[in-house]
């Protein structure tokens, strides 16, 4: 079964570095997303991404962050100047649809630790 | 703006025998889904069942039910015959009919003990 796939698997970064989260979407997906859970708490929505632009992000996604896709199959997370708090797991997602229920597939996540 | 609460930080349950994971909600929405993802150790979160909400019926996977009661905004999933594989994190999510973001739950870890 096909799957989403991320890498790397654990990234450790010091504080004010940039950072790239990559991410393999479902290659017939067409909707993309991005997630985070900071240890401890919920999963939060941060980006959703379609047609090559952001369809919809949360207060979390401010300018610190960025996505793009910059071939057929990569989908990548950009964190400038990286804080303390943006240590956590980050997970992408993907799907074929969106806004009818359709199921969002995930990867494994990527952990961020910022020293 | 939608919350999701699961009030079971951990559950588990013996081998073959029946567990239920709770899940309560929040949507100004009359047109939402509900979600349950299973994420076991060191692996992809990985959908578990869905339900539309308009539907009365309760959706059912295999071992998998839910008992979704709209007007309590309860969500429970129901695993019968338990089985080792199913020791994992388990989140309760929801989606807005034409909105993308899915909101999570804090999640139950869920133990099958042998």
Known sequence: EPEVTQTPSHQVTQMGQEVILRCVPISNHLYFYWYRQILGQKVEFLVSFYNNEISEKSEIFDDQFSVERPDGSNFTLKIRSTKLEDSAMYFCASSFRTGDGQPQHFGDGTRLSIL | ?114
């Open chain 2, 1 to 114: 703006a939608q919350t999701v609460t699961q009030s079971q930080p951990e559950m588990s349950v013996q081998e073959a025998e029946t567990v239920t994971l709770s899940c309560t909600y929040d949507t100004s929405e009359s047109d939402y889904y509900l979600f349950w993802y299973k994420q076991p150790p060191s692996r992809q979160m990985i959908l578990v069942i869905r339900q539309e909400a308009y539907k009365q019926q309760n959706a059912t996977e295999n071992r998998f039910s839910v008992n979704f009661q709209k007007a309590a905004k309860s969500f429970s999933l129901k695993i019968s015959d338990s089985q080792l594989g199913d020791a994992a994190m388990y989140f309760c999510a929801l989606s807005n009919f034409g909105n993308e973001k899915l909101t999570f739950g804090t999640g139950t870890r869920l133990t099958i003990i042998p």
